[in-house]
């Protein structure tokens, strides 16, 4: 694992320093496809270096150089155009694109950012090098997790049976969709290293009187999202593990899943540090809510994460004590701004933004689709894909153990020829977007 090496040290280094900001305009651009390959390069070069336990190169790279706010703007900019231009784009009448790959790259931007950010942020020195981006780091998770929460009170995810799309274009908006929530699993882990260094923060959003606190929304999370399980046919239970939704079996049931101890560790963080408590406002119904996670700290669950006794011990005395109306002090805090700073650039301009997409990013010819398959396979290498795997990969039918991968999209994998079958009626249309790759290359 050690010897297996994406970048060269110097090669790492000319990839971090040349990370910018780009306009909304420009996203899926030549030079901002150019970079999106760096970053994935970066992305898995990271979660190498943190598997093999030998130093963590990028994560100093990024420290050094300041990028991590660059990283935290980007990420909110590719959101951005998700929400705004995305959806002008798709309705522009001479929007009818053949080959959606370019716009997959976009879609997928955003999942390698937070990815790489889950992967550096486990380090306290990546928070601190943040600064004040920092606080639209927190606002962007706040989204996701409201995300979450609004797509969990709705009974789970999309499951792959409510879109038999035949398009190319209903596929990728379906995979877009799907994508939503390892995406907002991810700023869920991105949140709770943040929390870690919450002692640190001079000034911290969401616990001053203007902004809801982060625990009001990690609070929800619980009563909604805890256990991260859905049912989707009688008797079946699926939760989300891994960048993928696994069967359950029964005697795994009451295991503690990582999504789950994200929002307790979060949830820890917060309540018991002096600071946080210091800076919040415990109104009534603040108390209220934070009382509702009394009914989920089982023995079962204290067992497998000790330290949330420290939480029961909280929320006991918080059940006694009375609560303070809000201080009327003048209070300066800071507020996330890139959000509303894109926001107001480009107000009035989605419109404008999505036909000179259309005209300059999103028609290529098949020479210039030809190039970036093959940069993007170069880019995707089969065995760092596969040392970087978090386990052995599971059937997508059965979730034993597999060792046969589809030969077409090299995505899913089986145990035996049947399972392939079975699970072909599903499978067959996500092949879609591999194959229009193959075909362009």
Partial sequence: MGDLELLLPGEAAVLVRGLRSFPLREIGSGGWNQQHENLEKLNMQAIL?????????????????????????????????????????????????????????????????????ETVFFHKEVCESAEDAVLDLIDYCHRKLTLLVARSSRGGPPAEEECQSSTPMQELQKQAELMEFEIASKALSVLRYITDCVDRWAALPGLGPSHPSP?????????????????????KLQQFEGGRWQTVAPSEQQKLSKLDGQVWIALYNLLLSHEARARYCLTSFAKGQLLKLQAFLTDTLVDQLPNL?????????????????????????????????????????????????LRHVFSPSEQDLRLQARRWAETYRLDVLEAIAPERPRCAYCSAEASKRC????????????????????????CVL????????
């Fill in 49 to 117: 270096d943190a598997t093999a336990s030998q130093g963590e190169p990028i994560q100093e790279l990024l420290v050094t150089h300041g990028k991590i706010p660059t990283l935290v703007e980007e990420l909110i900019a590719v959101e951005m155009w998700k929400q705004k231009v995305f959806p002008v784009l798709c309705r522009l009448e001479d929007f009818k694109p053949q080959n959606t790959f370019p716009i997959y790259m976009v879609v997928h931007h955003e999942a390698s950012i937070i990815n790489l950010l």
């Fill in 407 to 430: 030969s077409r999209c090299q995505n899913e994998w089986y145990c035996c020829r049947e399972c392939q079958v079975k699970h072909w009626e599903k499978h067959g249309k996500a």
């Fill in 434 to 441: 591999a194959a229009q790759g193959d075909r362009a290359k």
């Fill in 215 to 235: 625990c009001s929304y990690l609070t929800q999370s619980v009563q909604h999202l805890l256990p991260v399980h859905w049912f989707f046919s009688p008797g």
């Fill in 309 to 357: 006794a420290g939480l029961q011990g909280f929320l006991a005395h918080l059940a006694l004590t009375e609560t303070q109306p809000p201080k009327k002090d003048l209070v300066l805090e800071q507020i996330p701004e890139i959000w509303e700073r894109l926001e107001r650039e480009n107000r009035g301009k989605w419109q404008a933004i999505a036909k000179y997409q």
